[in-house]
């Protein structure tokens, strides 16, 4: 006897693209969300008109199968380009043209030696972003990847970039799933971000669902033909469970997982982001929408974000807004600090890339996670297959991790991967339904 048919337990978009795929083939399915809102790591805020993505920044044209299927069956497709170029920091100024075809010709910060190298290496090295650990690369880590090339591909191009964009060291995180994910987004030509912010998808899915919030689940026990889920001082029974939450929360809650599964969900280590988003009563110019600042050049800061040149919504008219990252070596240190301090260290290091940053301040916002991005070690990537082919069950799992490829298609696949083995296991449902909170 159960009380619920599909118990999907986090609202980020692997969750609720679980949840909208068992909807749609007439489950009876109920996602439980910790926070008071839906999204996870693909949230918006909205504070005194400005337009706040907490966490993913963008999407592109390429690379994003399943979201832009999504995308188009609720009719939310039309997905503005940012047209922008992103820069690296070196030697005091912006060198424009990262990840876009002009780089090859200016540079990006990078000699003639350096990009040749980095584009004979990375050409030598297919990358499936559904199966990481089967590349050539095996589980070399960035830094290895980078180490026959000229020292500028590591400490201006892959440092950067994996810093800023996942929170990772290069000298712990696996290249392959590094290098799978640049592939396949292709340039920030066809970079793109939502009209009304980064959250438009998971809001569409959540609007369609049967969501609770603010729900922390505690635990999550794997029975006969069932799953017992408690949390929030109610206890149920559900026939199939999506864990849909970070690896690190998965292994907590789910406190009897199968000892064929630990080894790989002990592994998945994540690693923190920390953001300060500044508002401003102006509008600073930049010839990049994204400057990557190496570890070489800032201690603390590893990106800067215009995000009134990202989508113009994100601040209101003549206003500006930029959002500043934490490098990978600071930002365990900010977790747990107060706002202001946290505000203070971030955007008065960023004033250095950003002139007037620290004037005409209106307000910040700080966000941080604890559980940022899938950290890809070499252990990781080295046990991942297995994992995946053996997942399945009455607890079932989504998420970034499930690939250790650290972007939302990868969170978006995930969930409809786990529906999909959800419906293969019990193909129908003719239970009826307890009241639950
Ligand atoms: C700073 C940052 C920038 C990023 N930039 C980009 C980008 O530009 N482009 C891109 O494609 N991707 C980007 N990403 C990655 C992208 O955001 C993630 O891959 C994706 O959102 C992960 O979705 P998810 O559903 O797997 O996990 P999450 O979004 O983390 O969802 C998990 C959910 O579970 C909830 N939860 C946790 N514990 C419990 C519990 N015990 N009970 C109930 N609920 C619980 C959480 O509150 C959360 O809502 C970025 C990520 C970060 C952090």
């Known amino acids: 006897m159960t009380d619920l048919d599909v118990a999907v337990i986090g609202g980020g978009i692997a969750g609720l693209a679980a949840a909208h795929e068992l909807t749609r083939a007439g489950r009876e399915v109920r996602v439980f969300e910790a926070a008071d809102h839906v999204g996870g790591r693909m949230a918006t805020r909205r504070v005194s008109g400005f337009v706040v993505d907490s966490g993913a920044e963008q999407i592109s044209t390429h690379g994003y199968p399943h979201t832009w299927e999504l995308l188009r069956r609720l009719g939310l497709d039309t997905v503005p380009k940012i047209g922008r170029q992103l820069g690296v920091w070196r030697g005091g100024r912006v060198r424009r043209g ?110 369609r669902l049967d969501v609770t919030t603010s729900f922390p689940v505690r635990e999550v026990v794997t029975g006969q033909g069932s799953a017992r889920v408690s949390g929030d001082g109610t206890e149920f029974r559900a026939r199939s469970v999506v864990l849909a939450v970070p690896a690190p929360v998965a292994r907590q809650v789910h406190v009897n997982a199968p000892a064929y599964e630990r080894p790989f969900l002990d592994a998945c280590t994540f690693t923190p982001m920390v953001k300060v988003h500044v508002m401003l009563d102006h509008r600073p110019e930049s010839p990049v929408y994204v400057i990557a600042v190496p570890r070489s050049e800032s201690p603390s800061v590893s990106v800067v974000l215009f995000d009134h040149l990202k989508h113009p919504d994100r601040a209101p008219d003549g206003r500006g807004l930029v959002t500043v990252i934490a490098s990978p070596a600071m930002a365990p240190a900010l977790l747990d600090l107060p706002d202001d301090e946290v505000v203070r260290v971030l955007a008065d290091e960023a004033g250095r890339f950003v002139p007037g940053l620290r004037t005409g301040v209106t307000g910040s916002v700080v966000h941080r996670f604890r559980h940022g991005l899938p950290e890809a070690t070499p252990r990781a990537l080295a046990l991942r297959g297995e994992f995946e082919s053996r997942i399945g069950g009455v607890v079932d799992y989504a998420g970034d991790w499930v690939t250790l490829i650290p972007y939302s298609e990868a969170a978006v696949r995930s969930g409809r991967r786990a529906a999909a083995r959800v419906l293969a296991l019990n193909p129908s449902y003719t239970g009826t339904r307890r009241q639950l909170r």
Request: hydrophobic share 45%; with cysteine; net charge neutral.
């Open 98 to 207: 990262l990840a876009h075809p002009l780089g090859l010709v200016t540079g990006a910060g990078l000699s003639v030696r350096a990009r040749a190298d980095f584009l004979r290496a990375s050409r030598a090295n297919g990358v499936d972003t559904e199966r990481p650990e089967a590349s050539p690369l095996g589980t070399a880590t960035v830094a290895e990847f980078a180490a026959p090339c000229h020292r500028d591909v590591l400490e201006y191009l892959c440092q950067p970039v994996v810093s800023g964009f996942f929170g990772w060291q290069p000298e712990r995180s696996a290249a392959a799933p590094f290098l799978g994910l640049l592939g396949a987004i292709g340039p920030s030509t066809a970079w793109r971000a939502y009209d009304g912010g980064m959250d438009v998808l998971a809001r569409a899915l959540a609007a």
